[in-house]
């Protein structure tokens, strides 16, 4: 028997060539041997077992086996990472190969400590609305591995890694031991996948990599880190792993985005450039201070009534673009972008743009002058990019396209004189399998890392603090966007408010998300975007109500960016004003500095959160029915000393909270308290009203 470890993680290996334990603090969690890898071939399955085990090699820190098939060799190593240890493969097909590799996976079956009805299962960082995926996705924070019964296994039951999650799969047992699961790689990206088995959880990670064997002969797999040890210790872990070993680090966000709000807005909700000039002074006072203008290249004009409505499809989109260097002339062309973005800037505001390197119109000048530079599947024919009608998918991993959208954006930079993109759907996307590329199929898919890193770094040697807004949010694109769109957040504050999670599944949920993340990545939430209809349509029903209302002071308060889509300032404009100074009383807090963890409140209806010292609470109750809310510190702060005299007070208006206790001849009302007494401090809190409140020393100057 052969082993590998690293601190309280070992995974040993029988003598032929089977992975026949994982050991975490001493405890087996593999409940049969396994080779630990399958791949397929011309969509047929060829399984580890299916293999014959050629050997082990071993030296300091690796340890390497080879196994043999009729159609392929595999070489699997296994290294110690940091705290965890990293597997990988290298795949050499025979000179007579005639095959397509479709994906290579590594996968653990039933995994288990105690039982699946024991076990705990944790995918921090994972999110999706329920009601656009309730095969899949329906599970709280901490759930038992039991509850996974009912889930569909395939590809997208998951988001996507490293570019729309982090892909950490965990399984803990009730003694504390957990093993944990996160895979990486830039060349081609993941789909984690589960499927429930009576003895354990199967756990697959499959790296989609698409190669004609008989062209590509020899190819290496990205990587699966394996993390063992306690939950906590394991999430740590992880963010060692992506800041320390594979290096990742967000680029910084300019202090004037941190202090932003923005809009979300098409030209023709403005009326055209030149008359969206005279309305930038009204989003200026309540507190708008980025326009984020969607498309304004030249498109096949597909509004209705002259007006973008989103949702609205009957022609094309507005994202279908014919021509990039070509403004959009109904918009008012490039003089009245000009204009806009000087006009813009004389009222100290900022003015992004979309950038959109995903496809082009069949129509359009880039598929006329250059049909090389566009995506073919098998059958030779172009397709749409990621399925979008209308709109023909370019390769990423072709240098000329990589050159020409970075030069593009760079026009507007130096051109325009714009202070940033939102960069649109940059995530994975179908292979192209066009003849005698140099490169294997599935190259194209994350090429828009290597083209962004490198626009990226050539914009910010002209604009030092230019901003990059990723659609996507995963820690590849993260190490080059300032900040990003997060869907995923969004997505979870709208499972709470629809009862999917409860409050405190929202607090967990939000605690571990900060540790899939890099350190410095800055966050844009929403209530609603462009894509509201077809991402979250539970936003478009719940307009206007006192749950969205709430949830938006909710992620204000949390040290989320906001971005407004237009419509919601015609519709609310005083609430959009309302997030906007709350986030100034604030101090613009960053978000991962916000604590989830020493503060509960009694209820699992309640999410409650603390800012910076702990001095600043929020309160939500996302139940029916009012709450008795008893506040419990893990740990006290610092300055609460136990004889002082304490209060509550409104962060916004700055009114005392009263507070209610029951005493022998019925309710007492009081507003002073001791701060001996904070810790079980009872607040009557009702449902959909945010509590955002300070503990304010009585006779302290402010």
């Not at 604590?595 to 609470?617: H, K, L, M, T, W």
């Amino acid at each position: 028997m052969r082993r590998i470890e690293n601190g309280r993680l070992a995974i040993a290996f029988d003598e032929d060539g089977r992975v026949c334990a994982i050991y975490v603090e001493g405890r087996n969690c593999l409940a049969r041997p396994c080779r630990g890898f399958a791949l397929s071939i011309d969509d047929a399955l060829v399984d580890g077992a299916d293999f014959t085990f050629d050997g082990f090699s071993q030296s300091d820190g690796l340890l390497s086996l080879g196994y043999t098939s009729p159609s392929c060799h595999v070489e699997m190593s296994y290294r110690k990472v940091g705290l965890s240890i990293a597997a990988s493969a290298h795949v050499t097909f025979p000179s007579h190969s005639q095959g397509m590799l479709r994906w290579f996976e590594f996968i653990w079956p039933s995994l288990c400590f105690d039982s699946p009805e024991m076990d705990v299962f944790h995918a921090p960082g994972q999110g999706a609305c329920h009601e656009l995926t309730s095969l899949n996705i329906n599970f709280t924070p901490g759930c038992r591995v039991s509850a996974l019964g009912a889930f569909e296994t395939r590809e997208d039951m998951f988001s996507t890694t490293p570019d729309k999650g982090a892909g950490l799969l965990c399984i803990e047992a009730q003694d504390g031991a957990c093993v944990g699961l996160a895979p990486y790689g830039e060349e081609e990206n993941f789909f984690p996948m589960i499927h429930l088995e009576h003895d354990g959880l199967t756990v697959i990670h499959r790296n989609m990599i698409v190669a004609d064997s008989s062209r590509f002969q020899e190819i290496g797999t990205g990587e699966l880190f394996i993390l063992g040890s306690r939950y906590r210790a394991v999430l740590s872990a992880y963010q060692d792993l992506i800041s320390n070993h594979l290096c990742l680090a967000a680029p910084g966000c300019p202090q004037w985005f941190r202090q932003t709000s923005l809009v979300e807005v098409h030209s023709s909700h403005l009326g055209g450039f030149r008359a969206g000039i005279g309305k930038l002074g009204y989003l200026k006072s309540i507190g708008i201070d980025v326009v984020y203008l969607m498309p304004c290249y030249s498109y096949r004009n597909n509004m209705k009534d002259h007006r973008y409505v989103h949702g609205f499809r009957e022609t094309g989109y507005i994202y279908s673009v014919l021509d990039n260097y070509e403004v959009d002339s109904i918009a008012g062309g490039e003089e009245g972008l000009r204009e806009f973005i000087e006009a813009a800037h004389s009222e100290g505001m900022h003015v992004l743009l979309d950038f959109i390197p995903q496809g082009s119109h069949p129509e359009g000048v880039l598929f006329r002058e250059h049909p090389e530079w566009f995506c073919r599947d098998e059958n030779g024919d172009f397709f749409p990019s990621h399925g979008w009608r209308a709109t023909l998918s370019l390769d990423w991993a072709n240098p000329e396209v990589a050159r020409y959208f970075i030069d593009m954006g760079l026009h507007y930079v130096k051109n325009f004189d714009i202070d940033g993109f939102r960069i649109d759907a940059p995530h994975w996307k179908e292979p192209n399998f066009a003849k005698d590329l140099p490169y294997r199929a599935s190259h194209t898919c994350f090429g828009s890392i290597r083209m962004l890193r490198r626009l990226f770094d050539e914009a910010r040697a002209i604009r030092p603090d230019i901003v990059f807004m990723g659609e996507v949010w995963g820690v590849a694109y993260e190490s080059f966007t300032t900040c990003q769109c997060e869907y995923n957040i969004h997505w979870a504050l709208w499972n709470t408010a629809t009862g999917v999670f409860c409050g405190r599944d929202l607090q967990k949920w939000l605690d571990e998300y900060r540790y899939t993340q890099l350190p410095g990545s800055e966050k844009v939430v929403f209530l609603e975007t462009h894509d509201t209809q077809l991402l979250t349509p539970v936003a478009q029903r719940y307009r206007g109500s006192l749950v969205s209302d709430m949830i938006a002071y909710v992620y204000a308060f949390c040290g989320f960016i906001p971005m407004v889509w237009y419509e919601e300032i015609e519709r609310n404009a005083g609430l959009v004003k309302r997030i906007s100074e709350l986030r100034g009383r604030l101090g613009y807090p960053y978000w991962m500095d916000v604590d989830y963890e020493n503060i509960s409140s009694g209820s699992d209806d309640v999410f409650v959160a603390s800012q910076c010292d702990g001095r600043r609470i929020v309160l939500a109750d996302f139940a029916r029915n009012m709450v008795h809310a008893a506040l419990s510190f893990a740990q006290l702060p610092s300055w609460v000393e136990p004889d002082g005299r304490y209060r509550l007070v409104g962060i916004m208006d700055g009114k005392v909270f009263q507070l209610h206790r029951r005493v022998d001849d019925g309710i007492e009302t009081y507003e002073e308290f001791k701060g001996s007494q904070l810790d079980g401090l009872v607040l009557d809190i009702f449902p959909f009203q945010p509590y955002l409140l300070e503990i304010e020393r009585i006779g302290e100057d402010k």
